[in-house]
């Protein structure tokens, strides 16, 4: 009897899901969507989606977290987020199963340099590379703007730093648009991904260099619950963004 009770209770529980979920998609052209991204990406990323959002859906009401990758995952798990944006290693969106992943693009992650031919001097062209390779070694001696170690990238650069065996000086940042600003005024050097670098507005002042082995890169992802179904509105959300790849 306990059995077929907890049979009955768990069959409810996934008609009552199913129904949320389709109506979610009849709900295409009013409703609530609440994303997460990081806050460099959303400065980057948001101000050129948004607007063509609006115009597809003008009664969707959107509600928006900039944080880092750790709470917007949490927030994910816990069902506050419909969908969110940010970064991960292709190992990890392999390996990860609390949530699908679906990748929009894959990026370099580039060492922002001033431009002022002290490093231009140090690089060199490989085959291969979309940027000048530069030996990290070569550099212990300069002051590394990371950011956060609760960001991506901040965990990334460690590792980097680490691999190659150096202790140069550190300073933490919370924003990559800081860090870029200060190697553009040639107050250290910083790692970045290369998604659109040449266009950030501290740009024409710095350079981009491709270090390591192998090029060191991510993907980013739209994210989402294993058991939602993605709406029209959230599927072009998507759209959108891909679209800047």
């Not at 709470?71 to 506050?80: D, F, S, V, W």
Request: with cysteine; proline share 4%; hydrophobic share 40%.
């Amino acid at each position: 009897m306990e059995l077929y009770l907890d049979t009955a209770r768990k069959m409810l529980q996934l008609d009552q899901d199913l129904e949320r979920q389709l109506k979610k998609l009849r709900e295409c052209t009013h409703g609530k969507l609440t994303i997460g991204i990081t806050p460099g990406r959303g400065h980057t990323v948001l101000p050129r989606v948004l607007p063509d959002f609006q115009e597809r859906y003008p009664d969707y009401e959107l509600t928006i977290l900039e944080e880092d990758v750790q709470t917007l995952e949490q927030q994910l798990q816990a069902g506050a987020l419909d969908l969110a944006f940010f970064t991960m290693s292709e190992s990890e969106r392999a390996t990860q199963n609390r949530f699908r992943c679906q990748r929009i693009s894959q990026e370099e992650i580039v060492l922002c340099a001033p431009k002022n031919g002290h490093y231009e001097l140090l690089a060199k062209e490989e085959p291969g590379r979309t940027y000048p390779w530069i030996d990290l070694k070569y550099l212990e001696n300069d002051c590394f703007l990371l950011l956060k170690q609760q960001t991506r990238l901040g965990q990334l650069a460690i590792r980097l730093l680490e691999s190659q065996n150096i202790s140069p000086k550190i300073v933490e940042l919370s924003s990559i648009d800081t860090a870029l600003s200060l190697v553009a005024r040639q107050y250290g050097i910083a790692f970045a991904s290369s998604f659109r670098i040449e266009e950030h507005e501290t740009a024409k002042d710095l350079s981009f260099f491709s270090f390591g082995t192998r090029p060191e890169a991510w993907d980013f992802v739209a994210a989402y619950g294993k058991e939602h179904l993605l709406t029209p509105p959230e599927a072009s959300l998507i759209e959108l963004i891909g679209a800047l790849y």
